[in-house]
């Protein structure tokens, strides 16, 4: 079964940076696509960034600010985030694919990202 488990969510200071982690279970995705969702409360859930063997892409609003990367050795994927504003407060979901091309056919629970003003 797969698992995915987000971590290092939390309070931050506008201008402030966060990592986020992302461990996977139950598969090795090293052969396949990751990415990061957010969703604030009455939106949609929304494109952060994705990585796959292609390459890596990203949201417009978080270009230049946000890096997605990945240790295949670990199954883990992170999001470093710097230049926080608080328009970046939303739950961050971590997300895997079932190919190497896709990135949301798996997700994690979420964990909270708060950018204070």
Avoid: H
Wanted: glycine share 12%.
């Amino acid at each position: 079964q797969v698992q995915l488990v987000e971590s290092g969510g939390g309070l931050v200071q506008a201008g402030g940076s966060l990592r986020l982690s992302c461990a996977a279970s139950g598969r090795t995705f090293s052969n396949y696509g990751m990415g990061w969702f957010r969703q604030v409360p009455g939106k949609e859930r929304e494109f952060v960034a994705a990585i796959r063997w292609s390459g890596t892409s990203y949201a417009d609003s978080v270009k230049g600010k946000f890096t997605i990367s990945r240790d295949n050795a670990k199954n883990t994927v992170y999001l470093q985030m710097n230049k926080l504003k608080p328009e970046d407060t939303a739950v961050y979901y971590c997300a895997a694919g079932k190919s190497p091309l896709g990135y949301s056919d798996y997700w994690g629970q979420g964990t909270q990202v708060t950018v204070a003003s």
